[in-house]
């Protein structure tokens, strides 16, 4: 399941898609959710409030079966470098509240090798030049929805893109609903193309999606042992340790015989593999487990601070007979806490 | 070199802006009423300063001079550092700045004398003793000073006022200013040093350490005083090799009692910053770290391997030569 929904403010920035796919409308609470065999479409309406409305709604429906979310359509341009017509990445989607800037920005997530800009949300269209210079200093693109569809996504988890079509110079007061109408199918056309040639490029990066390697996947593991063993082995990579070596290391041929429930198997390794990325700390762990075995009887228990910033250990005994006193009084005679405390400032052998 | 550069009303004659128009002719300069209307209002993504970095020109408002934390110097002495620029050119993996401003884009505060004003201030506050001011807590203090043009006024400071200690932290080899002026007794330029396979993998666009201790051994045969800092350490299976290269590198330079003083600390980060780092650098070697994250939010080695590694560090600079008066742990 990878399915994208493509969020538009207007029906003629979509216009398009509904054309040449076969987008079929969703009952849902409101109008402008469609569905094809692929995708999602959601024509949100504009400003980033309505915008984020319609999203959120939709996301908490059906968001399980969206895999990311791309928000297509046209912005305005606050600098004259940037070429009227262009399509352009959106790298960062910032927010102008009627007046005043939200501190929160969002960073997308890169699909194309399109320019990448950055743009800000306006609380309401920007017609007059004084405005646009103001905003100017924030971004170099302007629109009414992407800030509020961003934050909707990260809420949700979803990776989110925007893909933009230049369409006029923000501030010079022309009305963009005019040019809309005339360059709309234009514009739409070119972000329709734009959409096939990312999805195209999909299919290759799904196949790199993690796989459980061949010598573990005779062993059972559940979702979050799966994606332990995932961080497990990019931790490996980046230690560049060999593969062949940690596998030899895991013994298991022997583990396989083991009579424990396939939930433990896993385990176990997970324990060693994070012992060989983590050598030292294991190594600390099993020296302070060492000083603490003469402690670590029947009836006492020991506890030490496990991110070892104190030299605190706590004891709890229990007492029942005159024999455990005797064997308290023993254990604690035979324990040597300046040896143990010396372990934690980095007395060790490595 | 930036993208845009914004300055403040009463700033824009300032001699740091009419040598950023001569200079680079093609800049544009725009004028604002003030930096924090701008700078920080909207949080920036940090890797933006690799092509989309913008200076900010004005006056720092506020407090001019700060406390440092405990053990940021040597102990004994009330340190402060003061703020005449905010963020860098380089690109350290580890750098706390990802997560300290919400924005990479510089800035420079102009009002020096102002600055001088509260170091005076402090100096009669601390009557008996020295008193300890550090450049380069949130900016590299050299790198771009051929341009900030700030160590003249500071130096004439510094000469008239021997009870106050200055430290200029850098990563920087741009050492022209700094010979431009005399020697002082009370004046430092300490050195962050990495061994060189670190610095070129870790300190993306600092010079290279060989460079770094090229620089300090011109200052030192002119006269001027240096400091090392060999922060932050990072553990490698041949982290102790690779320092005793570094060290012995350093002994080819300059003599090691050259250094007025030595301080070792190991990579450490705040919860924010290293949730930035791991999200600037996803497959740097520093996620192959052993951190732990502490109750503090603090994320670095456990205890027992931060003062093992530092040990080792410390007993290699000692076995060259240096003494334990030389020698301070920072943050530990």
Known sequence: ?350 | MFNRVFVEEECLNSPQVIQLRERFNSLEIKQIDRIDHYFGRVKKPYLQKRDGLNLYIGQKRGELIKLAPPAYGLSGEPHFYYVHAYNCLYECEYCYLQGHFDSPDLVWFINHEEVIKAMSDKLIEFPQEKVWFHAGEFSDSLALSHLTGELPLYHDFFKNHPQALWELRTKSVNIKEVLKLTPLPNMYISFSLSPQKESKEIDLLTPRTLHRLKAMQELVDQGFKIAIHLDPIIHSDDFIEKYQELITQMKEHFALEKVAYLSLGVVRFTKDVYHQVQRNYPDSRMHAQEFVKGLDGKVRYPRPMRLWMLQKIKQLCLDQGMIEGQIYLCME
């Not at chain 1, 083991?258 to 762990?285: C, D, M, Q, V, Y």
């Open chain 1, 1 to 350: 399941m990878n399915q994208s929904l493509y969020v538009f403010a207007h029906r003629g920035e979509a216009q398009s898609f509904l054309k040449q796919r076969s987008f079929k409308a969703v009952p849902f609470a409101f109008e402008g959710l469609y569905k094809d065999s692929v995708d999602w479409l959601l024509i949100c309406g504009e400003g980033h409030l309505q915008a984020s409305q319609k999203l959120s709604a939709v996301l908490a429906v059906y968001g399980a079966e969206i895999s990311r979310v791309l928000n297509l359509g046209v912005c305005g341009s606050l600098r004259s470098e940037i070429e009227i017509d262009s399509l352009v990445e959106i790298r960062t989607c910032y927010l102008e509240n009627d007046g005043a800037m939200e501190f929160k920005s969002f960073s997308t997530e890169a699909l194309t090798e399109l320019p990448k800009h950055d743009l800000i949300t306006t609380y309401q269209r920007v017609l007059k030049s004084d405005y646009a210079e103001r905003l100017e200093n924030f971004a170099q693109l302007v629109d009414r929805e992407a800030w509020g569809l961003a934050s909707v996504c990260q809420l949700f988890h979803q990776p989110f893109t925007a893909l933009k079509m230049v369409s006029d110079f923000a501030g010079q007061g022309t009305e963009i609903c005019v040019a809309v109408k005339e360059k709309a199918e234009f514009w739409s056309e070119q972000l329709f193309e734009l959409v096939i040639s990312i999805s195209t490029k999909d299919d290759a990066k799904e196949f790199h999606d993690f796989q459980i390697p061949s010598e573990l996947s005779h062993f059972h593991w559940t979702v979050s042992q799966k994606r332990e063993l995932k961080n497990a082995i990019e931790a490996i990579s980046r230690k560049h340790l060999d593969w062949n070596f940690v596998i030899s290391t895991l013994n298991l041929s022997e583990l396989i015989l083991e009579k424990t429930r396939p939930k433990e198997k896993s385990s176990a390794i997970l324990e060693k593999l994070w012992g060989l990325i983590n050598p030292f700390h294991t190594k600390i762990h099993q020296s302070l487990e060492n000083e603490l075995s003469v402690l670590n009887t029947g009836n006492i228990k020991t506890k030490y601070d496990k991110t070892l910033e104190s030299d605190e250990l706590h004891l709890q005994a229990v007492i029942q007979h005159p024999r455990h006193l005797e064997q308290l009084k023993k254990s604690l005679d035979a324990f040597d806490f300046t040896k143990y405390q010396k372990i934690l400032y980095g007395n060790i052998d490595v």
